[in-house]
């Protein structure tokens, strides 16, 4: 059965702290016993395919690497009147997406009925590698806070 709220990282983890969402996400997933109505779901690079994910939920928040022009390892958050996108696209894969375009996409074929709330998290280093930089590592137990602050 679908829970009624979902909390989704985005984010590619081959390029360092373009995957903090994802890694966030998946810190949260130990967490499920103490939220039963929530999904904690790794969205990835999902692009469209979030649209399904989104359908039908009370609440959704993302979690995401976003360039804000803050300082590094500030995470920030957003409703989604508040929140505005200058990324330019390639189109040349589905998997590529302006989170924000999808989301007007989901509320143009009603599937966006619930809250939405995103969390921009400002990238110290997006460059090839697995790894986290040191800043965004160490403050992963201060997302996964701010998350479950979210949640209460």
């Given at each position: 059965?679908?829970?009624?709220?979902?909390?989704?990282?985005?984010?590619?983890?081959?390029?360092?702290?373009?995957?903090?969402?994802?890694?966030?996400?998946?810190?949260?997933?130990?967490?499920?016993?103490?939220?039963?109505?929530?999904?904690?779901?790794?969205?990835?690079?999902?692009?469209?395919?979030?649209?399904?994910?989104?359908?039908?939920?009370?609440?959704?928040?993302?979690?995401?690497?976003?360039?804000?022009?803050?300082?590094?390892?500030?995470?920030?958050?957003?409703?989604?009147?508040?929140?505005?996108?200058?990324?330019?696209?390639t189109?040349?894969?589905?998997h590529?997406?302006?989170?924000?375009?999808?989301?007007?996409?989901?509320?143009?074929?009603?599937?966006?009925?619930?809250?939405?709330?995103?969390?921009?998290?400002?990238?110290?280093?997006?460059?090839?590698?697995?790894?986290?930089?040191?800043?965004?590592?160490?403050?992963?137990d201060?997302?996964?806070?701010?998350?479950?602050?979210?949640?209460?």
């Amino acid at each position: 059965m679908r829970r009624p709220i979902a909390v989704i990282g985005l984010g590619n983890t081959l390029m360092s702290d373009d995957g903090i969402g994802v890694h966030v996400v998946q810190r949260l997933s130990g967490l499920g016993d103490k939220y039963p109505s929530v999904e904690f779901i790794d969205a990835g690079t999902g692009g469209v395919s979030v649209l399904y994910i989104i359908e039908g939920r009370q609440k959704v928040i993302f979690i995401d690497c976003a360039r804000m022009g803050e300082q590094p390892g500030l995470i920030k958050r957003f409703t989604l009147d508040q929140a505005g996108s200058n990324k330019i696209l390639t189109g040349r894969t589905l998997h590529e997406a302006d989170l924000l375009k999808v989301l007007d996409m989901a509320k143009k074929l009603c599937q966006l009925q619930g809250e939405v709330v995103i969390f921009g998290i400002e990238p110290d280093r997006i460059s090839a590698g697995m790894e986290l930089s040191k800043l965004l590592a160490e403050r992963i137990d201060h997302y996964v806070s701010v998350i479950c602050d979210e949640l209460q």
